[in-house]
């Protein structure tokens, strides 16, 4: 067996090194790093190597037997859908969003309905046990089975879950939980991240589903909880404004499920209502049609999505127009708007360019360039876009339209709308007409600007 060293850790990251210094390597924080007796927390136990009962051995990827994986459905269908199609046994899940937003709401909701049919442990950190089950009443959840807890202390929350043994078990949130083990504050990373570490090892030993629940910072990463998102399975965000009803959750990493997958609710009266049809919200359908505004198709995780996209183009007073982009990367505006003059002729420079994605969504993908240009155009001329018109494309920087994946599913989500033309990558025109819709195949921008014109 090793020889027992001294070793030291630091206090903000829980790194371990062998050496003290004034800087911790890892996080780069000052005077964090102290000695740690025995084995640094979350470390590895040397006698996982001396081949007495417990220890692992290597096994044939033939030999793994492997157990059909049932979901559990959560009774809120969008939730499911963001899932990946129900919620796995032993799976652990990061819900991550702004204070305010619904995290709590959601989750009592996914926990009543769950009641029925698995175990169901709701763990506080933030609310008293009356300020929850008031909720729950108040939504006209049922509570019979719906089993609350407050408490902060991680060892006892495992204590209770070993004798309580739920199904599925909910930590809101883990800022507000800390280990004994540790001397740093709630709130703290290296807390954050023990806290989450036991909680994980427990649910895998044990099968219990786990939510986490985690707030996120100005700056919009999960504070402390960022350092989670590789030891949870799935990470969950939320999008949108507060100020709007809707309410978008987007699936960030899933490893049971479609990345970028959104799920779709409306914040009402009685809760998180599922949307069923959302491509209706996020279009703002005008009395008369107005200019800067087009409808695109955009396909995040495995459903199409009709968005719509509005851009003002004013003339500028300042020395360095802005381009400012709401839903939209702001680089990617400006690298557009440069395609649009060397490629088309058209000069924005003069010009403040505002650019919107109606509902709060956030599209990540390219898919957007081109209606993004179509849009910026229509506001610069002051020329509205057919209202029956949707568009979608990737526009390169030589000027070209490039396909975007799943064209035709995106065509008939259009079509089914009631959408009558489409411009769209001449490779993304579909082998069989779609009734109903006229599809204009494109190779080059300026084939866009003719058709618009
Ligand atoms: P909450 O779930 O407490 O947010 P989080 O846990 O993410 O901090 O959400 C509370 C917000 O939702 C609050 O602003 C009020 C609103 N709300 C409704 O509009 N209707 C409802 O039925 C509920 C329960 C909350
Ligand atoms: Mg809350």
New binding site residues.
């Given amino acids: 067996m090793a020889k027992s060293k001294t070793r030291y850790q630091c206090r903000e990251c829980a790194a371990v090194t062998t050496k003290w210094a004034g800087q911790c390597a890892d996080c780069h924080a000052w005077n964090s790093i102290e000695e740690v007796a025995g084995e640094p927390a979350g470390g590895g136990g040397s006698d996982r190597f001396s081949g007495y009962a417990g220890a692992t051995s290597i096994t044939n990827a033939s030999d793994v037997v492997i157990t059909a994986e049932q979901r559990v459905t959560t009774g809120l269908s969008e939730l499911d859908r963001v899932l990946g199609g129900g919620l796995v046994p032993g799976s652990v899940t990061l819900l991550g ?10 989750l009592i909701q996914c926990m009543a309905n769950l009641s029925g049919r698995t175990g169901t442990l709701y763990i506080t950190g933030e609310e008293s046990l009356s300020q929850v089950s008031m ?1 729950a009443q ?2 006209g959840l049922p509570q019979d089975n719906l089993r609350l807890l407050t408490e902060t202390r991680v060892e006892q929350i495992i204590q209770h879950a070993e004798i309580e043994k739920p199904g599925v078990m909910v930590i ?1 949130s883990i800022q507000t939980m800390y280990t004994e083990t540790l001397t740093s504050a709630p709130g703290a990373v290296a807390q954050v991240r023990e806290s989450a570490a036991r909680l994980v090892r427990y649910a895998k030993q044990t099968g219990t589903s786990v939510f986490l ?1 985690g ?1 996120v910072t100005k700056e919009g990463a999960l504070a402390g909880p960022r350092v989670l998102e590789h030891m949870v399975d799935t990470v969950l965000y ?1 999008e949108g404004d ?1 100020g709007s009803r809707y309410r978008v959750i987007r699936a960030v990493k899933n490893r049971f499920g479609a990345v970028n997958e959104l799920g779709v609710f409306a ?5 998180l209502q599922v949307v069923s049809n959302p491509s209706a919200i996020f279009l703002s359908r005008h009395e008369t049609p107005v200019s800067g505004s087009v409808i695109l198709v955009t396909r995040e995780g495995t459903r199409p999505l009709l968005v719509e996209a509005q851009a003002l183009v004013d003339e500028s007073h300042l020395g360095n127009p802005r381009r400012v982009s709401l839903g939209l990367e702001q680089n990617r505006l400006s690298m557009l708007l440069a395609v649009l003059h060397r490629h088309a002729g058209i000069a924005m420079f003069d010009q403040d360019v505002y650019v919107n994605v109606v509902g709060g969504v956030r599209i990540s993908e390219t898919a957007a360039d081109l209606p993004v240009l179509l849009a910026a155009l229509s506001s610069f001329r002051d020329r509205p876009l057919a209202a029956d018109l949707v568009v979608f494309g990737e526009v390169g920087l030589a000027g070209e339209v490039r396909p975007v994946n799943n064209g035709e599913d995106r065509l008939r989500e259009a079509a089914k709308h009631g959408f009558k033309q489409a411009i769209v990558p001449a490779s993304n025109q579909p082998r069989d007409p779609i009734p109903g819709l006229t599809v204009h195949g494109i190779h080059r921008l300026p084939e866009a600007l003719d058709l618009v014109n």
């Fill in positions: 969003g702004d204070p305010g937003i619904g995290k709590s709401t959601l909720r108040r939504l809101d629940v707030h939320f507060q914040m009402g009266e009685k809760g």
